[in-house]
């Protein structure tokens, strides 16, 4: 009966290595063997091997065959070393920012590579302005994970801006005028309460005779001020008299 058995077995360091290899002992049967890998190997070692299984058959000198498996394995348990940077933000257009491992990576390393990259959380909204911890979880190709935090600071830098109504005219002594609050253009949500009234009257308020500015102030989620103003300016109305003659006859225009 044949026997086979491993004599000598290099696993690899990497997945992506081929330097395993396999020598094999046999016993039993009738020499010489002949020896047949399912890599192409024609002898009892069969070398450069990567991560994978390898089937041998082995036959002898009255043809006999024997078969054996061997099994070549990625022996790396080493996770990442992480090397990560703080990080400032600045909120776009439309109240938003996102953020990349490559962002925060300074100089992270591993014996057989990173392979991929997780960020959590990786965008930011209106809503988390200031300092905010993210994870970083950094994978090997062994499937090793190192995991570290750090900080990452969004501002918003986009001033709203206050749009007021166009100036308005009245006459009398005194006028009841109304108007419309100013429309606001921002990247972050409107907040009415923020909405000021900093000089003037409400509207529905009876104006004096002259020009009342009306300046409006708002201040948006990041602190970040705007002012608007436009002018009610009431004239002193005009008092008429109508007073009529009759004609001395038709067609006649005396009257």
Do not use: M, R
Request: with cysteine; glycine share 8%; net charge negative.
């Amino acid at each position: 009966q044949i026997s086979i058995s491993e004599i000598f077995h290099e696993d690899v360091l990497c997945p992506d290595d081929a330097t395993g290899s396999v020598v094999v002992g046999v016993t039993g049967g009738a020499q010489p063997y002949s020896f047949l890998w399912s890599n192409g190997s024609t002898s009892a070692l069969a070398h450069s091997l990567a991560v994978g299984q390898y089937e041998l058959s082995l036959t002898d000198a009255n043809g006999c065959t024997e078969f054996y498996t061997a099994n070549v394995i990625s022996t790396d348990d080493e996770a990442p070393s992480l090397i990560l940077q703080d990080l400032d933000i600045v909120l776009d257009a439309n109240g938003t920012a996102s953020i990349t491992a490559d962002q925060l990576d300074a100089g992270s390393t591993d014996n057989c590579g990173i392979v991929s990259w997780a960020v959590e959380p990786n965008t930011f909204d209106c809503s988390q302005t200031g300092g905010q911890t993210v994870t970083v979880t950094a994978t090997d190709a062994s499937g090793n994970e190192s995991s570290a935090t750090v900080n990452v600071n969004v501002t918003d830098d986009q001033a709203p801006a206050l749009i007021c109504p166009d100036d308005i005219s009245a006459s009398g002594c005194s006028a009841e005028v109304t108007f419309d609050l100013p429309n606001l253009v921002d990247n972050c949500a409107f907040d009415p309460s923020q909405l000021v009234q900093t000089g003037g009257l409400p509207s529905g308020a009876t104006f004096p005779l002259g020009v009342t500015v009306q300046t409006f102030a708002y201040t948006d989620p990041a602190g970040l001020t705007t002012e608007c103003s436009f002018e009610i300016v009431v004239v002193e109305g005009f008092e008429t008299s109508v007073s009529t003659n009759n004609t001395s006859c038709n067609g006649v225009c005396d009257g």
